[in-house]
Structures are given as C-alpha cells and as structure tokens.
C-alpha cells in the first residue's frame, strides 16, 4: 500500500513539474497561436492563421526539413497580408512546380544564419552607423535600419518591410514578423 501511494506521489510530482514548466515557457502570441520557444519553426508557424501562406510556400519550396533542423535561423516571416501586396496571381504561381526554384530563392531570402534578436539586430545598426546590411541563406544582402523606434527592412530592389513583432524565439533560431515581402535582386 505504502508503494502505491508513493508512485502515486511520483505521478503528481511528475506531472507538477511538467506543468511549470509549461507555464515558465515564455511565449509570444503570432497568429493568434502561442509561440513556444521549446519549439521549432515550423512546429510554431504552422499555428499562426497569420502565417499560412508562408507554410504553405515553404511546404511548395520543400524547406520544412531546413526549418525543423538545427539551425539557428532568423527568419523575417510575412503575414498573409504580405504576400497579399504582391500582385495579383502570384503567390499562385510561384507555389507551381515549375517554379520552385523562383520560390525557394524569394524565401531564402527571408533567411538569415544565426539568431539574431533585436538587440543583436539594433546592434549592429548602430555598428554600422543606422544601417547593417545582413547576407541571407538565398546568397542575397538585407539591409536593417532603424525607423523611429521599429527595425525596417530593405530589399536589394529598394523595397520596405517593417518588422511589427519582433524576438519570437525558437528552439532553432528566432522569428521577426513582417508586413512586406522582401525580394532579392533578379
């Protein structure tokens, strides 16, 4: 009986233990989803409903396993709505088969080795007097600026994209929603 009641205990115990730790897992809310930093890209952005497009291209591309491994990553990951500033049609074209490698390069492009959170991205502004330029995994650079108090993209074709929730951390790197789609040199 005196076992019973022990295992029982250790249950309890176990299961306490778990909960904490569940609740001391700091997360940002993306999407309308948790972000679990005990988690990987994916497992994360596959929960924000802000995000599917961006699952879905990434899925098209056949990046999951990139994204699920190690890492570490920055990744600047646009909203549904932006890629919904693209012009009309092409986020349907791109995800053709045909057109993969295309994909695959707009999204590396999002891409960044290492962890780079925000104090480590306006460090280096600030390095760099107000502008770092960043090389990206699709081979490209990235301009970082600070705009006022947010950290703002910018292209190799001059486009803009401001990031509008930052350090979403990841098991394998860290995430930086943004509102523009970011496209490298053609």
Do not use: C, W
């Amino acid at each position: 009986m005196k076992s019973i009641r022990n295992l029982g205990l250790m249950l309890v115990a176990a299961f306490m233990v778990n909960v904490s730790f569940a609740q001391m897992e700091k997360t940002v809310t993306v999407g309308g989803a948790p972000m679990y930093p005990s988690k990987n890209i994916v497992e994360n952005a596959v929960n924000s409903k802000d995000h599917t497009t961006l699952v879905a291209a990434v899925k098209a591309a056949g990046l999951v396993e990139t994204l699920e491994s190690a890492g570490p990553f920055t990744v600047f990951a646009p909203t549904n709505a932006a890629f919904g500033k693209l012009p009309k049609g092409t986020v349907e074209t791109l995800v053709k088969p045909e057109n993969k490698a295309k994909l695959t390069a707009i999204l590396t492009y999002h891409v960044v080795a290492g962890k780079l959170d925000s104090r480590e991205l306006a460090r280096l502004i600030k390095e760099g007097n107000g502008m770092a330029t960043l090389n990206t995994v699709q081979g490209g650079k990235l301009m970082v600026m600070m705009k006022g108090n947010k950290i703002v993209l910018k292209d190799e074709n001059g486009g803009m994209s401001t990031i509008t929730i930052k350090d979403v951390y990841q098991s394998n790197g860290v995430i930086h929603v943004v509102d523009t789609v970011v496209l490298p040199k053609s």
